[in-house]
């Protein structure tokens, strides 16, 4: 049951990366609009992910989490119906701060849960290994989805999962929190965002003026944040995890897979519809072999890790991806795809439906 929102947030990625064609010619949105589409969910994730664990220590862990499930269904709803970009973007951004709750309250919920480090293990593995079940999935059903509906009906996946949550989970999930914990420091969460939104103008616009001035501010934003974490009896952040070498070399690899995953994934599912031609749901069958690996390899991890060192265990497993990335950077366009507003300067998806209302 804990595996559920693990399974959705990974999933609603997929769905969007799978629908950026279609939505882009349903609503014709401009490209800094379509960044914002696909950007403000991650960028609200990460900015209110460590708010969300502190709210949840304050609150409860399971009241958080089926508040946000309860939140996210909403917002999927409001997704699924947008008119304009602008409405799709707030809809993305109420999805972010409502799946920032997901995360943090399952993985204290687990931590709670199993006591045992070796049950802790197993079920953190198949919490991570639920990420890989959504990513398995989204193409598949999304692909299907689109082919039959409209772009909006990805985010209605979301609805049943949401229901399926909030029941079970008030029956079945024990209710923990932390008697001693902290005040929610609100200029903390002012400062962790305009960190954030500084690395992300960089990432957007490349190296030029406005978004390296971007950078600059959102870096003193996150020393500024840093210095008061320091000073902060119950700060928002314990920056003192970061003195174990361990954790921070771990939670490196971990962003930068991150980083290059997230990337790939989209490309790659923009140009096997955008230039290879194929359909959503085609595109999303080439997808499959690479989430079935993601899901074993997360599974088989925790196992390797008992009778192997954890660190040689995740240097082994970046090795076997770096031809493919290399080769897939080498890769040339054979082809000029058509040029179509809103989509980057590539082509129509081929059958785009409208949505709910609207004709062709």
């Not at 997929?14 to 696909?38: C, E, N, Y």
């Not at 399926?164 to 962790?192: F, H, Q």
Request: glycine share 10%; aromatic share 6%.
């Amino acid at each position: 049951m804990l595996a559920l929102p693990s399974v959705l947030l990974s999933l609603d990625v997929t769905l969007l990366h799978l629908a950026v064609p279609h939505l882009g010619a349903a609503l014709a949105p401009s490209s800094t609009q379509m960044l914002w589409i696909i950007d403000i969910y991650a960028f609200m994730i990460a900015g209110f992910l460590v708010t969300a664990g502190t709210l949840g220590d304050r609150i409860g862990r399971r009241k958080l989490l089926l508040s946000g499930g309860l939140a996210f269904g909403a917002a999927s709803l409001l997704a699924a119906y947008a008119g304009s970009p602008e409405m799709l973007i707030a809809a993305r951004a109420l999805l972010g701060i409502a799946g920032a709750t997901l995360m943090p309250s399952t993985l204290a919920l687990i931590s709670n849960m199993f006591q045992d480090p070796k049950q802790r293990g197993t079920a953190i593995g198949i919490w991570a290994a639920s990420f890989s079940v959504g990513i398995a999935l989204g193409p598949v059903v999304g692909g299907a989805m689109l082919e039959a509906f409209w772009w909006g009906s990805v985010f209605l996946l979301a609805v049943p999962v949401m229901a399926l949550l909030l029941i079970t989970g008030a029956l079945l999930l024990p209710e923990y929190k932390d008697e001693n914990a902290g005040r929610i420091d609100l200029i903390s969460v002012v400062l962790s965002l305009a960190a954030i939104y500084g690395v992300k103008e960089i990432a957007k616009h490349g190296v030029q003026s406005a978004p390296l001035i971007a950078l600059v501010v959102g870096l003193a934003f996150g020393i500024v944040f840093t210095r008061r974490q320091l000073r902060l009896e119950n700060p928002m952040l314990d920056l003192s995890l970061f003195r174990s070498r361990a954790f921070s070399v771990a939670l490196g690899v971990m962003l930068f897979a991150a980083v290059a995953m997230g990337g790939i994934y989209l490309f790659v599912t923009q140009y096997l519809q955008m230039v290879a031609g194929l359909t959503p749901l085609k595109a999303g069958l080439w997808l499959l072999p690479a989430a079935g690996l993601l899901i074993a390899s997360s599974m088989l991890a925790p196992i390797a890790a008992r009778r192997i060192r954890p660190g040689n265990v995740t240097a082994v497993g970046l090795i076997p991806g770096q031809p493919r990335h290399h080769r897939l950077s080498q890769r040339r366009r054979r082809r000029t795809p058509r040029r179509y507003p809103g989509l980057g300067g590539c082509r129509q998806p081929r059958h785009p439906r409208p949505g709910p209302g609207r004709h062709p």
